[in-house]
T-cell receptor, first 113, second 113 residues
Framework: KQEVTQIPAALSVPEGENLVLNCSFTDSAIYNLQWFRQDPGKGLTSLLLIQSSQREQTSGRLNASLDKSSGRSTLYIAASQPGDSATYLCAVLPLEGAQKLVFGQGTRLTINP | GAVVSQHPSWVICKSGTSVKIECRSLDFQATTMFWYRQFPKQSLMLMATSNEGSKATYEQGVEKDKFLINHASLTLSTLTVTSAHPEDSSFYIC?????????FGPGTRLLVL
């Protein structure tokens, strides 16, 4: 059974710092991995999607990497801003599983002005 | 990206009443939609997979007679919480599936008094 773990569960840093969020998964048989952002009381916003054949994806100040063989992904946020404060969720789409995403527990990020 | 809407965005009801939540894919057709619930400070928990034109498949531990799902068209799935009780209070999120990912709705907050 696929399991996804995110570390740390919560993170608080000063504005302007670069930071890394971690995601690990137990089964490398995945179709893709996706990072989402969730603001309090809101739905999910997709940030980056990495196909299993890809190593990384970039969007603005965000960079996500994928090491499928070791079951790890990182989300790098450069020059953090208070508006980046949110919960970040990592999810994998297993090769088998009827298109069901498997989510991590999330990392609650707070950027302090 | 594709847009998924949910209605209502929030609802307050008395214990024992039934509540219907709609999930619509606005600009694409989705043969599969998913329903999740999320408790405060927790990740998403998949409740069921809604399949157009057929019965929904429920995750273990989810009561199918309590959470009725109807997917009557390629753009609409509904979740009805029957005889709601305070413990059903939660944040319900739907998603519509494309071949590579899921597009999430903004969520519906349910409060049962």
């Amino acid at each position: 059974k696929q399991e996804v773990t995110q570390i740390p569960a919560a993170l608080s840093v000063p504005e302007g710092e670069n930071l890394v969020l971690n995601c690990s998964f137990t089964d490398s048989a995945i179709y893709n991995l996706q990072w989402f952002r969730q603001d309090p009381g809101k739905g999910l916003t997709s940030l980056l999607l990495i196909q299993s054949s890809q190593r990384e994806q970039t969007s603005g100040r965000l960079n996500a990497s994928l090491d499928k063989s070791s079951g790890r992904s990182t989300l790098y946020i450069a020059a953090s801003q208070p508006g980046d404060s949110a919960t970040y969720l990592c999810a994998v789409l297993p090769l088998e599983g009827a298109q069901k995403l498997v989510f991590g527990q999330g990392t609650r990020l707070t950027i302090n002005p | 990206g594709a847009v998924v809407s949910q209605h209502p965005s929030w609802v307050i009801c008395k214990s024992g009443t039934s509540v219907k939540i709609e999930c619509r894919s606005l600009d694409f057709q989705a043969t599969t939609m998913f329903w999740y619930r999320q408790f405060p400070k927790q990740s998403l928990m998949l409740m069921a997979t809604s399949n157009e034109g057929s019965k929904a498949t429920y995750e273990q531990g989810v009561e199918k007679d309590k959470f009725l799902i109807n997917h009557a068209s390629l753009t609409l799935s509904t979740l009805t919480v029957t005889s709601a009780h305070p413990e059903d209070s939660s944040f319900y999120i739907c998603s519509a599936s494309s071949p590579e990912t899921q597009y999430f709705g903004p969520g519906t907050r349910l409060l049962v008094l």
